[in-house]
């Protein structure tokens, strides 16, 4: 059986910026035993559905999807883990790259 949970990182911050996670993903997981959280990092939807529009600009985004990560007994090293996997991911966005060269 699939089953899919799909967490945000909080709110709207600053466009294209990474903001510090909350533990909530990990409570949720640990509740559930067995459950693996998927980090899936997400970019250029600040250009392509800006704050206060209403419409959909066309814009490329990414979506990259890492590896499972299955929550330990430790609250912090998992978040830090799961951190450290979206930077990674982030990385593999193309258009992140071409943000950066131009």
Known sequence: MIRSCCCSRGSRGDPEQLQPLRKGIYHLARSQPGTRVTPVALHGLGKALPRGGSMIVPFNCDAVVGD????????????NELQTALEDLLTQCITRSKEQEG
């Open 68 to 79: 499972p990560l299955e929550p330990g007994e430790d609250c912090d090293a998992f978040m």
